[in-house]
């Protein structure tokens, strides 16, 4: 198993944001993680990371075997993690020839060049790669570029965590044909959204809930129950999770 999340949970400030959640993503896998907004999705995302100095008050994170629960982010980039699209890429004054080098030169393998990746999430090497990461270029634009940096790289695991906005800078084909790639590669993807058409590109997905993982099952499945039962519902309490686990059989 490539990653393996076992009973985290995560308190900030009064809140538990994660609740004793568990997940597990196999190597090579495409793996979507669904909620709606507010439960907790891009918390985990950061957590898996180590962003802001993110660490779990009780569990264990394990990439490929390795326990990574306090590792740094350097490290756990070293091993193959990467994250992208929550954050915006933030190195003014790099050309995009220079910071999708940096992420070249971190990459697992060498058998690719930086302008095929830029080409991959249908940007043009001849327009972008001397351009400057500023102000001028667009927020669409800046995601496209960070998205050609995550293929450069190479990761073991690739999480792409949607933002609140969606993202419409991409199309789904876009999206899906990034993925692909990165799995042809031998990367595994956890795609985390709040939309059904994101959610169904995986080969399996996990639906969440109050900061915990409700059930995993086939994505059509999972989605199904989300629609009917999640965009309405105020999460008073936590649902039954042997019931939906049963429903989603």
Same mark, same amino acid.
């Given at each position: ?94 050309? !995009?020839?220079? *910071? &999708? $080098? ?9 058998? =690719?060049?930086? @302008?095929?990746? %830029? ?58 044909? !990034?993925?692909? *790639? &990165? $799995? ?9 959204? =709040?939309?059904? @058409?994101?959610? %169904? ?49």
């Amino acid at each position: 198993m490539l990653l393996k999340v076992e009973q985290v949970t995560l308190t900030l400030g009064d809140n538990k944001v994660l609740d004793r959640l568990s997940l597990q993503v196999p190597e090579g896998d495409i793996h979507s993680l669904l909620g709606v907004n507010g439960v907790g999705k891009s918390t985990l995302a950061g957590l898996l990371m180590g962003l802001n100095g993110l660490r779990p008050d009780a569990g264990q994170i394990l990439l490929d075997g390795a326990d990574i629960t306090h590792s740094p982010v350097t490290e756990r980039a070293r091993r193959g993690l990467t994250l992208a699209w929550q954050s915006p890429v933030a190195f003014d004054g790099l050309t !995009v020839r220079d *910071y &999708l $080098s940096l992420s070249h030169r971190n990459a697992r393998t060498d058998d =690719h060049n930086v @302008e095929e990746d %830029l080409r991959r999430v249908g940007l043009s090497p001849d327009r972008y790669m001397d351009r400057l990461l500023d102000e001028h270029l667009s927020g669409g634009e800046r995601r496209r570029i960070e998205l050609a940096a995550v293929v450069a790289m190479r990761p073991r695991l690739a999480i792409l965590d949607e933002p609140d906005s969606g993202i419409d800078f991409l199309s789904l084909d876009e999206i899906a044909g !990034v993925i692909r *790639y &990165l $799995s042809t590669q031998g990367a595994a993807v956890l795609l985390i959204t =709040h939309r059904e @058409e994101m959610a %169904l590109m995986a080969s399996q997905s996990s639906l969440m809930c109050a900061g915990t993982i409700l059930a995993t099952g086939e994505p059509h499945a999972v989605t199904a129950y989300f629609r009917q039962h999640c965009d309405d519902c105020k999460r008073p309490n936590l649902p039954d999770l042997a019931r939906i686990a049963h429903e989603l059989r």
